[in-house]
């Protein structure tokens, strides 16, 4: 299972206004995983304020069936149909999908570790657990995915130009404008040389 195998693919990708289809990145780490399925579901237990969206791997048992291999994709439907919710469906999806690429010690597979990785994130001053550092990772892996990197510096030069704005580049990109502004930060290559 590699990130960036994934990664290379979406470079050679040919993508119309820049936009990277969530059908198409499911399709790839499918083939580039373990997983042989991934389904979506939206339910309104999920408050976005605490939670946009998780990820849960089968083999599981009811209420949500899922065999070996297979894989849930839960979104909070407050946030889908929420202001945005086009743009946070598409970003939250896709970093909930990276998670088919977390390591053994990444996964939460426990009710232990998912309660450590709750507490963790909403305790700023706690050591990060792998599994919140799972989090960040798959963040960063999305939005690497989500805008290719012909694109990106394209985006970035006229940002520079002052020809463009962050506002622009979200919705050009269909995703939520308080996260694409990392993928203009000074030491974006630096960090994605860290998630493959």
Not at 139 to 150: D, F, G, I, S, V
Not at 169 to 195: C, G, M, Q, S, Y
Request: aromatic share 8%.
């Amino acid at each position: 299972m590699s990130f960036k195998a994934l990664y290379d693919a979406v470079q050679q990708h040919h993508v119309e206004n820049s936009r990277v289809s969530t059908k198409w990145l499911t399709d790839r780490a499918i083939e580039l995983s373990t997983i042989t399925k991934v389904r979506e579901q939206w339910t309104s237990v999920l408050d976005p304020v605490n939670m946009r969206g998780l990820y849960i791997e089968g083999p599981m048992g009811p209420p949500v069936p899922l065999k070996k291999h297979e894989s849930l994709i839960v979104l909070s439907r407050i946030m889908v149909n929420g202001p945005d919710g086009v743009y946070w469906r598409r970003f939250v999806y896709t970093k909930e999908l990276m998670h088919v690429f977390d390591t053994e010690e990444e996964i939460a597979d426990t009710a232990e570790k998912l309660d450590v990785q709750v507490e963790r994130l909403a305790n700023p001053n706690a050591d990060p657990s792998p599994q919140h550092r799972a989090e960040l990772k798959a963040q960063w892996r999305a939005m690497a995915l989500l805008c290719p990197e012909k694109h990106r510096l394209a985006y970035k030069a006229e940002l520079e130009a002052g020809e463009t704005s962050l506002a622009v580049v979200a919705a050009h990109l269909h995703v939520p404008v308080n996260v694409v502004h990392n993928l203009f930060r000074a030491d974006f290559e630096e960090i994605l040389k860290t998630l493959y």
